[in-house]
């Protein structure tokens, strides 16, 4: 189980945190997860501000949310590579391993949910002298 204790300051406690990478497509996500109440920030601003797409905001909580655990932690992202959607996968896919580092007894909730395993589908490459990955020029008998 990794864990690690960190203390700012002498006077503060230190505080147990999770951590989980997650990644999808060309996104990769640093997920900490701390106990909390529940606050969500990605790359230093909170969810709402980062992700405008609804969609997206309850994606990356779906697995906090399948486990009752969506006012119990605060989670702190660092997110790279890839557009919006390859990067709220990529989110969901660390957050939920965080929570299988923090509690093991959720592997069984979150696998079934399918949040545990990663989302291999890439874009794929274009084929030379073709337009496309799949599309063909227009065939021509004579």
């Not at 951590?19 to 996500?29: F, I, M, Q």
């Not at 640093?30 to 790359?43: A, M």
């Amino acid at each position: 189980m990794e864990e690690t204790n960190t203390a700012q300051n002498s006077s503060q406690p230190s505080a147990v945190e999770f951590l989980g990478t997650g990644r999808r497509k060309c996104s990769v996500a640093r997920v900490r997860l701390k106990p909390g109440q529940g606050n969500v920030f990605i790359n230093h601003r909170p969810a709402d501000e980062y992700f405008t797409r609804p969609t997206y905001r309850t994606r990356i909580r779906q697995p906090l949310e399948i486990t009752t655990n969506a006012n119990k932690f605060d989670v702190h992202v660092n997110v790279q590579g890839g557009g919006m959607t390859g990067q709220a996968g990529a989110i969901l896919h660390g957050v939920a391993r965080a929570l299988v580092k923090a509690d093991g007894d959720l592997r069984s909730v979150l696998s079934k949910a399918k949040f545990l395993t990663r989302d291999s589908r890439m874009v794929e490459r274009k084929k030379y002298g073709q337009p496309g990955a799949r599309k063909r020029f227009q065939f021509s008998k004579r």
